[in-house]
């Protein structure tokens, strides 16, 4: 599956964001899908991540309550809503994906084999 992330772009502390992360090549529905970021000179960091249904979903603490993660499996597509945003949310963030039919959400990086090329997100203050 190929995956493309979109919806980044340079928002104001406080503004919001919807990213998108489309998948081609197969069908999504079976897909656990996660987000990461990665801010400049710091490590890859896990965000949010969603089972296949989209029944359950598992956020890190530093975006719950601002941020929303859904799918529309007949469109291939998971959304991240990003509220609230944050000068310290400036990342640049990449979807990845893996074949999970159990329902378990994934939140190690490690463990998904597909990824997106990422989109930058700039809050300024």
């Known amino acids: 599956v190929q995956l493309q992330a979109s919806g980044g772009g340079l928002v104001q502390a406080g503004g919001y964001l919807r990213l998108s992360c489309a998948a081609s090549?197969?069908?999504?529905?079976?897909?656990?899908v996660g987000w990461f970021r990665q801010a400049p000179g710091k490590e890859r960091e896990f965000v949010v991540a969603?089972?296949?249904?989209?029944?359950?979903?598992y956020y890190a603490d530093s975006v719950k309550g601002r941020f929303t993660i859904s799918r529309d499996n007949a469109k291939n597509t998971v959304y991240l809503q990003m509220n609230s945003l944050k000068p310290e949310d400036t990342a640049v963030y990449y979807c990845?994906?893996?074949?999970?039919?159990?329902?378990?959400?994934?939140?190690?990086?490690?463990?998904?084999?597909?990824w997106g090329q990422g989109t930058e997100v700039t809050v300024s203050s």
């Open positions: 090549g197969r069908t999504f529905s079976s897909y656990a």
């Open positions: 969603i089972n296949w249904s989209g029944g359950n979903t």
């Open positions: 990845a994906a893996r074949v999970e039919p159990s329902g378990w959400v994934i939140t190690t990086q490690s463990q998904y084999n597909y």
